[in-house]
């Protein structure tokens, strides 16, 4: 992954409503070259997606914002945060570069915007258009979403409590449970990761933004529909022993959207493009060749 440093770097900001949002853009802007939208998890940022950076400029006008709470951007104290407004920025950030058009690649936390903003095409009230999706581990099912332990508790009314005591050592805790056995995140990601989180006093909204939870539940309906309804390709690329959201997803997705496209990735966890980003461009990749998407 780039180092967090030479990220940080090259981050822009802009005001969207009131906050203002860490964003990066890169690559080709030629109209010959199409716009990739990146969607970041929790409570990670769009660091994770450095790992594939490089590579996918070569084909993309790359875009990834840090959404509201997450990573460089503001991180409101008293704000109740929601998907739909995060669906909201990433509109914004779209206008604000004069984008009309993009294929999203989301993961986790980002899946679910992701759908949100696919919902609102199929409704023709988006103010883009969105071309493919590809998604990486996240709740696209949610009665097949299976948290931590920690993570129920931070949705909980005790969220405060766990957002105040959570420290470094319990999210290397925590990640060692969702990656795959031989591609632990190594302490130097750790540790980037924890400050990135810990930015702008981002602790002590950890339990807001877990609210998610709750909010995907209630509109899963709708955010199901989406990818039901929707004409755009899609794909989804799983790592197999992520426990939140692995093999029981990918095959519960398989029967709830018969004939769907997906990858399997055995030995992979929740972070497979962190983890094997190799094997996740091979696998983007061919799904964007099978599109004729890329030149």
């Known amino acids: 992954m780039t180092p967090l440093d030479e990220w940080r770097s090259a981050a822009k900001f802009v005001t969207l409503g009131k906050y203002q949002f860490a964003y990066w853009t890169s690559g080709d802007t030629s109209e010959q070259s199409p716009t990739l939208l990146l969607i970041h998890g929790f409570p990670t940022s769009s660091w994770d997606w450095s790992a594939l950076w490089p590579h996918l400029q070569t084909d993309f006008h ?13 991180k409101p104290a008293n704000h109740r945060y929601s998907l739909f407004e995060q669906a909201d920025f990433q509109e914004a950030v779209m206008e ?7 294929h999203i690649l989301a993961h986790d936390y980002g899946d679910t915007v992701a759908q949100e903003l696919i919902a609102r095409q199929n409704e023709h009230q988006l103010s883009f258009s969105i071309k493919s999706a590809v998604f990486l581990n996240g709740g696209l099912l949610p009665s097949e979403h299976r948290p931590l332990l920690i993570q129920k508790l931070a949705a909980s009314p005790l969220g405060a409590l766990v957002s105040a005591v959570f420290t ?19 302490d130097g990601e750790i540790a980037a990761h924890w400050k990135l989180i810990t930015e702008n006093g981002g602790r002590r909204v950890m339990h807001r933004l877990m609210q998610y939870i709750p909010e995907r539940r209630r509109h899963g309906e709708r955010w199901v529909a989406a990818l039901k309804d929707t004409i755009i390709p899609l794909r989804i690329i799983i790592g197999a022993e992520d426990p939140i959201s692995g093999s029981h997803l990918f095959k519960a997705y398989q029967k709830e959207l ?24 091979d696998a983007f990749e061919a799904f964007h060749h099978k599109h004729k998407i890329t030149r």
């Open 62 to 74: 790359v875009v990834a914002l840090d959404m509201l709470g997450f990573g460089l951007s503001d």
């Open 96 to 102: 604000h570069l004069g984008l009309s058009e993009a």
């Open 168 to 186: 470094r050592d319990k999210l290397k805790a925590s990640f060692d449970e969702i990656f795959g056995p031989e591609t632990k995140a190594s």
């Open 258 to 281: 018969p004939g769907s496209d997906g990858v399997l990735l055995e030995n992979i966890g929740h972070y497979p493009h962190t983890e094997a980003p190799q094997r996740v461009l």
